[in-house]
């Protein structure tokens, strides 16, 4: 069965420091992997999007990494800030009919 | 170029009660999708359309219709309302594979 699992789910860590939040996944055939950023109350807005030929992608002090053999990837803040405050969700799609898996999300607290 | 709107914001109901809620995006998208978002579930697929006149079900379809009304609207129908549909409604939009989905603001939903 097709499955996204992340971690941690929860996570709480002071302004200023960085973190990195896990995604694992057995979806198979691979299209993309996309990471989005939920703000509470609020839709997912897209941080990311990567093919199987990509294996990092930035946007801004957002880094996501994926390694497609190990079929995983991460998504590294840096400097967090009050605004980081979200849950973030991995999200890949199969290359076949379209169909799009979500994981969970982990949930980030950034304290000041 | 507002996106992807839906309407309403909040609801609530009275289990039994029917209502619709609306989804419209206006970037000429083909496929658009209904989520439901519960605490500790992730978003989890209702129903999508793949392009304007096709529906198919997702992975929770039981107690919800939909209809595509052009390429624009894809509205979601609860018929008799129940207790378990209590959740975050989250509609989306797609161009298709290797593009990110873009969705709306969310209606909240409860059923008392």
């Known amino acids: 069965k097709n499955q996204v699992e992340q971690s941690p789910q929860s996570l709480i860590i002071l302004e200023g420091k960085n973190c990195t939040l896990q995604?694992?996944?057995?979806?198979?055939?691979?299209?993309?992997l996309r990471w989005y950023k939920q703000d509470t109350g609020r839709g997912p807005v897209s941080l990311t999007i990567?093919?199987?030929?990509?294996n990092t992608k930035s946007n801004g002090r957002y880094t996501a990494t994926l390694d497609a053999d190990t079929k995983q990837s991460s998504l590294h803040i840096t400097a967090s800030q009050l605004s980081d405050s979200a849950s973030y969700i991995c999200v890949v799609s199969e290359n076949r009919d379209d169909k799009i898996i979500f994981g969970k999300g982990t949930r980030l607290h950034i304290l000041p | 170029n507002a996106g992807v709107t839906q309407t309403p914001k909040f609801q609530v109901l009275k289990t039994g009660q029917s209502m619709t809620l609306q989804c419209a995006q206006d970037?000429?998208?083909?496929?658009m999708y209904w989520y439901r978002q519960d605490p500790g579930m992730g978003l989890r697929l209702i129903y999508y359309?793949?392009?304007?006149?096709?529906?198919d079900k997702g992975e929770v379809p039981n107690g919800y219709n939909v209809s595509r009304l052009n390429k624009r609207e894809f509205s979601l129908r609860l018929e008799s309302a129940a207790p378990s549909q209590t959740s975050v409604y989250f509609c989306a939009s797609w161009p298709g594979q290797g593009y990110e989905q873009y969705f709306g603001p969310g209606t909240r939903l409860t059923v008392t």
């Open positions: 990567m093919t199987f030929s990509e």
């Open positions: 970037m000429n998208h083909n496929s």
């Open positions: 995604c694992n996944y057995t979806v198979s055939p691979f299209s993309n």
């Open positions: 359309s793949a392009s304007e006149g096709t529906t």
